[in-house]
Antibody, heavy 127, light 111 residues
Framework: QVQLQESGPGLVKPSETLSLTCAVSGYSISSGYYWGWIRQPPGKGLEWIGSIYHSGSTYYNPSLKSRVTISVDTSKNQFSLKLSSVTAADTAVYYC????????????????????WGQGTLVTVSS | QSALTQPASVSGSPGQSITISCTGTSSDVGGYNYVSWYQQHPGKAPKLMIY???NRPSGVSNRFSGSKSGNTASLTISGLQAEDEADYYCSSYTSSSTYVVFGGGTKLTVL
């Protein structure tokens, strides 16, 4: 069974960089699928951050693109998120998930669905 | 403001059926059959319940069903049970540059 587990600091200071890692077990990242990060501010809805393929191909949310870097380490079967210059608005539960990329003729690729999710990790931005 | 519009809340009694709507545009819900639905219990991760408008992943109860008409997708839960009380989010592929769009979520209360 596919399992994902997020890890990283639960508290980050404003203007610093948030760093999280998602360890995948039960499935090799190199076997396919994209792998994504989604966040959920307290009491609010879901926001997609970005997704990565094992080759390193990435897609980012345009509203966060200037601050986001997602990378993959196939040797460790994990992928990571870095979000720079954080503010209180970045306080959220961060989830990693397996992402089925949809490629449509004459349109930009996008997500079909996220089928396996990590348990989530709360990251608070505060001094 | 979310890209897909869902009612903030719905409610129903045990055994009844409820439907949650999810309205988008021709660039997402109306244009493609890539609508998915997620169930989220408090403090838990979202769980995929429906994908590709009406398909259920293995292990999801057949009390959950999905459909679409025009720019609006719907999730129907029949035979409501107390354990169905949760937040439900719709999502769709989008041909815009935003990759994926989510609804704002609907809180289901089982009376």
């Amino acid at each position: 069974q596919v399992q994902l587990q997020e890890s990283g600091p639960g508290l980050v200071k404003p203007s610093e960089t948030l760093s999280l890692t998602c360890a995948v077990s039960g499935y090799s990242i190199s076997s396919g699928y994209y792998w994504g990060w989604i966040r959920q501010p307290p009491g609010k809805g879901l926001e997609w951050i970005g997704s990565i393929y094992h080759s390193g191909s990435t897609y980012y949310n345009p509203s966060l693109k200037s601050r986001v870097t997602i990378s993959v380490d196939t040797s460790k079967n994990q992928f990571s998120l870095k979000l720079s210059s954080v503010t209180a608005a970045d306080t959220a539960v961060y989830y990693c998930a397996r992402d089925l990329l949809i490629v449509v003729v004459a349109a930009t690729p996008g997500s079909g669905y996220f089928d396996y999710w990590g348990q989530g990790t709360l990251v608070t931005v505060s001094s | 403001q979310s890209a897909l519009t869902q009612p903030a809340s719905v409610s129903g009694s045990p055994g009844q059926s409820i439907t949650i709507s999810c309205t988008g545009t021709s660039s997402d819900v109306g244009g493609y059959n890539y609508v998915s639905w997620y169930q989220q219990h408090p403090g838990k991760a979202p769980k995929l319940m429906i994908y590709d408008v009406s398909n259920r992943p293995s292990g999801v109860s057949n009390r959950f069903s999905g459909s679409k008409s025009g720019n609006t997708a719907s999730l129907t839960i029949s035979g409501l049970q107390a354990e169905d009380e949760a937040d439900y989010y719709c999502s769709s592929y989008t041909s815009s540059s935003t990759y994926v769009v989510f609804g704002g979520g609907t809180k289901l209360t089982v009376l």
